[in-house]
Nanobody, 121 residues
């Protein structure tokens, strides 16, 4: 599967953004999909994941502010980000894997190119 993330940009603290990740292929619905992010000089961090049957999992730093969702008819993954903070500034990546959800980036098989989110204070 090929993944294309978009929707990043510059936003003020407290604002919102919605990221999208378009997937190619006809088996999108069978993948576990995830979002990860990497801030400058930091390791890549788990943000959220969603299973084929809509089970949702979040990293502690975004819980209650971010919402992951998917539209299998459109082969698209979303990340709604609210109450953004400067520390959310990062390149955000979407990823896909088989089998069960995971917080571990090494378990994901396919990655998008990343979209930059910058939150100003």
């Amino acid at each position: 599967v090929q993944l294309q993330a978009c929707g990043g940009g510059l936003v003020q603290a407290g604002g919102s953004l919605r990221l999208s990740c378009a997937a190619s292929g006809r088996t999108f619905s069978s993948y576990v999909m995830g979002w990860f992010r990497q801030a400058p000089r930091k390791e890549r961090e788990f943000v959220a994941a969603i299973s084929w049957n809509d089970g949702k999992y979040y990293g502690d730093s975004v819980k209650g502010r971010f919402t992951i969702s998917r539209d299998n008819a459109k082969n698209t993954l979303y990340l709604q980000m609210n109450s953004l903070k400067p520390e959310d500034t990062a390149v955000y990546y979407c990823a896909a894997k088989y089998s069960g959800p995971s917080r571990l980036e090494g378990e994901y098989d396919y990655w998008g190119q990343g979209t930059l989110v910058t939150v100003s204070s």
